[in-house]
C-alpha cells in the first residue's frame, strides 16, 4: 500500500505505472494508443481526480517527444487548429463543474466514430477524384479543432481526434508524430492554470506523479523504436484501428 495523502493499493499503483508506460509510448510511436490510460487511471481513482493525475504526466512525456521531433512538426497544422482549440478548452472548464466525465465519455466516443466515418467519406472521394470545398475544410478544422480543446479538458480524451486530423493530412509518420507532439506539448501547458483553479491538481496528486515518471522514460525510449520499425502502412491502420476501439470502449 502507498500513501500519497489517499491510499493507492499495490495493483493499483502497478496499473497507473503500466498507464505512464503507454503514455511514454504513445508519445513517441505510437499516438493511437494515448487514449488508453485515460479509462486505466479513471478505474484506480474518481474519475475528476485521474484527470488531474494524468496532466503532469503527459507534460512530462510531452517534453521527450517534441523535443526529439522538434525538426518534423508541421506548424501549419498546429497553426489552424490552435485558435479553435484554445476555445475548446475554455468552455470545457466552465462546463467541467456541470458535466461528469460519465456523461462526457460516451459522447467523445460518438464524436470520434463520426470523424473517422467523415475521413472514411473524404478518403473514397479523393479516391473517385472529388475535391473538397474551402467551407468543408474549414467546417472540418475548426469542428476538430473545438472538440480537441473541449475533450482534452475535460478528459484528457483528445488523442483520437488529433490522429484523425493528421491521418486525414497525410503526414509520414515521423511528422504526424512531431506534430502531434508539439501540438499537445503547447495544449498541455495552457490547461495547467485550469486545472489548478479546478482543484485537479494537488501536492498529493504531484507526489504520485514523482514515482510514475520513470516508466514515462522508459516507454518514451520504446515508442521511438517501434516508430523506427514500423511501415507506414502498417502505422496508419494501427492508429485507425486503436481510435476506433478507444472510441467504442468510451461509449460503452
Known amino acids: 500500500m502507498f500513501e ?61 517527444s517534441a523535443g526529439y521531433y522538434r525538426r518534423h512538426a508541421q506548424w501549419g497544422h498546429i497553426a489552424r487548429l490552435m485558435p479553435w482549440t484554445l476555445a475548446g478548452i475554455v468552455t470545457g472548464y466552465f462546463a467541467m463543474g456541470k458535466v461528469s466525465d460519465d456523461q462526457l465519455k460516451p459522447v467523445i466516443g460518438i464524436i470520434v466514430l463520426v470523424m ?44 483520437p481526434i488529433m490522429v484523425i486530423y493528421l491521418l486525414t493530412a497525410g503526414l509520414p509518420k515521423t511528422e504526424f508524430v512531431g506534430t502531434s507532439a508539439w501540438f499537445f506539448f503547447i495544449v498541455n501547458w495552457v490547461k495547467v492554470p485550469f486545472s489548478a483553479k479546478l482543484a485537479l491538481i494537488s501536492v498529493e496528486s504531484l507526489k504520485l506523479d514523482l514515482t510514475l515518471f520513470p516508466f514515462i522514460v522508459v516507454g518514451a525510449v520504446v515508442g521511438i523504436v517501434l516508430l523506427k520499425r514500423i511501415p507506414q502502412k502498417v502505422f496508419r491502420v494501427l492508429v485507425l484501428v486503436l481510435a476506433t476501439a478507444a472510441a467504442v470502449k468510451l461509449i460503452f
Open 116 to 159: 473517422l466515418a467523415l475521413r472514411y467519406i473524404s478518403d473514397m472521394r479523393k479516391n473517385g477524384g472529388g475535391e473538397g470545398n474551402a467551407l468543408g475544410k474549414f467546417v472540418f478544422i475548426a469542428a476538430l479543432g473545438f472538440t480537441a480543446g473541449l475533450t482534452t479538458m475535460m478528459a484528457n480524451a483528445a488523442g
Open 4 to 64: 500519497f495523502g489517499f491510499e493507492i493499493e499495490v495493483w493499483q499503483w502497478a496499473l497507473l505505472a503500466l498507464s505512464a508506460f503507454i503514455v511514454g509510448v504513445s508519445k513517441t510511436g505510437i499516438p493511437g494508443l494515448g487514449i488508453l490510460p485515460v479509462p486505466l487511471f479513471a478505474l484506480v481513482l474518481p474519475a475528476k481526480a485521474s484527470v488531474g493525475l494524468l496532466l503532469p504526466l503527459l507534460i512530462f512525456a510531452d517534453i521527450f
